[in-house]
């Protein structure tokens, strides 16, 4: 999968967000010892056999908080279904949506939003406002740090949390 990032951003909308804390999982920094290295490290050859190259990325998320906002999966890039990434845990399913970021007076980084799928998860949830993001390393990322992500709009819908909410479209590769 080519990871170009697309020129075209007029159907990427601006989303104002913050970085947040996660659960350092997927980095590994949480030490929890069933996740040697972080779970993205431990996913990354799966992802590579089922033709995803993320070796690109910095091993591990960049959480970032889009409240009040919230988004709804519309037609990810990619979604990889029944990955059995970990001896014990059971198999997830994954999706993936391109995404930029874009950091105050620096240009934008092409990334993807890394999805596991809620309902193939044992623990470690997200906050319906929170995404994270595959990235290459980027210097001066801190925690509540503004920045700017766009996301196809024919991927992901950004919307109010007031807004009514309908069901997610069925996720498709």
Excluded at 34 to 46: A, D
Excluded at 58 to 67: D, M, P, Q, R, Y
Aim: negative net charge; aromatic residues 8%; proline residues 12%.
């Amino acid at each position: 999968m080519n990871l170009a990032a697309s020129a075209n951003t007029a159907n990427h909308p601006s989303i104002a967000c913050r970085i947040v804390p996660g659960h350092r999982v997927a980095s590994g920094l949480n030490g929890d010892p069933r996740f040697p290295g972080g779970t993205v490290g431990m996913q990354t050859p799966h992802f590579l056999a089922l033709g995803l190259d993320i070796r690109c990325f910095f091993t591990g998320t960049v959480n970032v908080s889009i409240a009040p906002l919230r988004y709804r999966i519309l037609r990810p890039r990619l979604t990889l279904l029944q990955v059995k990434w970990h001896p014990v845990e059971p198999a997830e399913d994954f999706s993936f949506f391109d995404c930029l970021l874009q950091l105050p007076g620096a240009p934008p980084v092409a990334g993807l939003v890394y999805y596991p799928h809620p309902e193939t998860k044992l623990e470690h949830f997200q906050n319906p406002d929170v995404l994270e993001l595959l990235l290459p390393f980027v210097d001066g990322l801190r925690y509540n740090l503004g920045v700017t992500i766009r996301i196809p709009a024919d991927q992901m819908h950004i919307e109010s949390a007031a807004e009514p909410t309908s069901p997610p479209a069925p996720a498709s590769s």
